[in-house]
């Protein structure tokens, strides 16, 4: 698959991820899935306790794994949490990676065919947002032309200036040999 074939499956939108249809949206989580602030908390907050409720019977999830739960009142059926960070600490580009590979497996495993993404990383885990964009659409890049069941892939972008970061590592995204990141970024 050539780069543009898997850049027409990737759209970029300017907005609120919690007003998104989608199959599934993607939370950018800690691992203990607490629903506090910024995504986490405004997915939360839009899709009631439901969610919330689901986390903590779930409890704890690893760094870089993913995890699926009802999406409560939101328009998506499963809200996916991405777990990029633990409490009280920032994250790395390679676990932004990470959490995204694993959004991307739990999306197929639950054979969907949308799914929508925010900057992971980028609030409480005080990533800087080219890093994030990197991370994120070269693990979504080399997802895609592995095979995947999923046709859409949105990345909603709280603001313009996040927007523009995501627009600008979107277009210069090739299928560049990238050497896989360590533990450490």
Do not use: W
Request: glycine letters at 10%; a negative charge.
């Amino acid at each position: 698959m050539d780069i543009e074939a898997i850049k027409a499956k990737i759209e970029l939108q300017q907005g609120d991820i919690t007003t998104v249809e989608a199959d599934a949206i993607v939370n950018s989580a800690n691992t203990d899935l607490i629903l506090g602030a910024g995504v986490s908390g405004a997915i939360g907050r839009a899709g009631g306790k439901a969610i919330q409720d689901e986390c903590d019977a779930i409890r704890f999830v690893p760094l870089g794994d993913a995890v699926a739960t009802t999406a409560g009142a939101l328009k998506a059926k499963y809200v996916i949490h991405a777990v990029s960070m633990e409490i009280g600490h920032f994250t790395t580009e390679g676990s932004v990676a990470r959490a995204t590979r694993s959004a991307l497996r739990r999306a197929d495993e639950l054979k969907l065919r949308t799914v929508a993404f925010p900057a992971i990383g980028t609030g409480a885990a005080a990533l800087a947002p080219e890093f994030s964009a990197r991370a994120m659409f070269e693990t979504i890049a080399d997802h895609v032309a592995e095979g995947t069941g999923l046709e859409h892939i949105c990345v909603v972008l709280f603001n313009e200036d996040l927007f523009q970061v995501f627009k600008e590592a979107l277009d210069q995204l090739s299928l560049q040999p990238r050497p896989r990141r360590g533990r450490g970024g």
